[in-house]
């Protein structure tokens, strides 16, 4: 695998961290997760369980090991500098300044190692007036513009039901540049420290808005922009049975083709139509089949229409199943890599807390007989 060799200390909780090492974890790289003493990440304990562990902590931390470590106590400090010197990378998710309060702050980590990434994961970055505050995804979404867009023409916005700036910049964006930063340090430059702003992340995925927006023409507006319900090409309609279609037929070529579908050849000329009227013409044709029943009609045509699955629905795919992309094992089910990867990506469960805190400090010269010892002092 690509990052054999390859170690990440992560010592996040929650969402952003765990999905960014995931995707190093996938490619290869030895992920130890370092956690705190009797409690860990919090996702552990959010029901549902199973065996007693969070099936949403499984879901994001496969191919991963867990090592305690109390880093407020200077043996638990001490014990992870001494990985860090064998690591190539460093996550953490703290407030800004935390790491610095801790000890274990860049310039102390750079020192050690010259060659680390420091890779730190927060909701509004390093600095600026809003570096101290707290904030979740709503929250960074809203900052960003984006949560404006998410709504009905004349309706209040809507929480997404995906965590894009979380995912979209606290683990991809993260996961990317730390491949980055690695690439620079394989060609013989410096170590770095990576500021990858959540909300940083959500305003560069809005190019195309802002753009619009400060070019002089239409601001942009919730349910009005062309990929948000302005155009009956491209929107999502109501089926007979109460389920929905999700019809994307932006080109001309791929309209032509579902009017004529629809034997409708009277919209041909209502693609880009903004009007009530030319999104109802559309919302009476759909209401007088069943979702399945629509599927079942336009499939295999160049339409550009797809049913609106449920969650529970998306194992029987057939797209789904024959990319493999979900799998059910003991830790529950969850979703494979999106990139394909070769064979054997999937190497170890979700790590129970602190399953290898031994082994990954055999790994680092502490003696098995010095454990009981660590574990009195609190410092495991």
């Keep these: 695998m690509n990052l054999t060799g390859i170690r990440v200390l992560d010592l996040t909780r929650l969402l952003p961290g765990a999905f960014c090492t995931m995707l190093l974890a996938d490619q290869g790289a030895d992920v130890i997760k370092v956690e705190e003493p009797g409690t860990g990440d919090y996702m552990r304990w959010y029901p549902p369980l199973i065996d007693g562990q969070g099936a949403v902590f499984n879901s994001l931390n496969r191919n991963k090991r867990s090592l305690t470590l109390n880093l407020k106590a200077e043996a638990g400090r001490d014990l992870f500098k001494a990985l860090a010197a064998t690591a190539a ?34 909701g509004y970055g390093q600095d600026g007036p809003f570096a101290q505050r707290a904030g979740h995804d709503l929250n960074y979404m809203a900052t960003a513009g984006a949560l404006s867009l998410n709504s009905l023409p004349g309706g209040s916005p809507h929480p997404l039901a995906v965590q894009v700036a979380d995912i979209g910049a606290g683990g991809v964006g993260a996961a990317a540049a730390i491949l980055a930063a690695l690439v620079g340090v394989g ?169 290898h805190t031994a082994e990954v400090l055999a790994e680092v010269g502490v003696d098995a007989s010095r454990l009981p010892e660590l574990a009195a002092s609190g410092a495991i």
């Design 187 to 355: 060609r013989g430059g410096p170590g770095q420290h990576l500021d990858v702003s959540m909300t940083d992340g959500a305003l560069s995925w809005l190019a195309m808005p802002i753009a619009e927006a400060f070019a002089g023409g239409e601001p942009p507006a919730g349910g009005r922009t062309r990929l948000t319900g302005r155009y009956p090409c491209y929107r999502v309609y109501e089926c007979a049975d109460g389920r929905f279609l999700s019809v994307g037929a932006l080109e001309p070529k791929f309209w032509t083709a579902l009017v004529t579908a629809l034997d409708r050849p009277d919209l041909l000329d209502r693609h880009f139509d903004e009007s009530p009227q030319a999104h109802a013409e559309l919302e009476k044709v759909f209401s007088t089949r069943s979702r399945d029943d629509w599927a079942e009609l336009l499939d295999g045509l160049d339409v550009c229409v797809e049913p609106v699955l449920e969650v529970g629905e998306v194992d029987a795919h057939p797209q789904v199943a024959a990319r493999r992309l979900l799998r059910h094992g003991p830790s529950g089910a969850e979703v494979g890599p999106a990139v394909p990867l070769p064979d054997g990506w999937r190497r170890l469960e979700a790590p129970r807390l602190g399953e």
């Design 89 to 122: 990378v460093v996550v953490e998710g703290n407030r800004p300044g935390v790491m610095d309060r801790l000890g274990l702050g860049w310039s102390v980590l750079r020192e050690a190692h010259p060659g680390l990434v420091l890779c730190s994961i927060t």
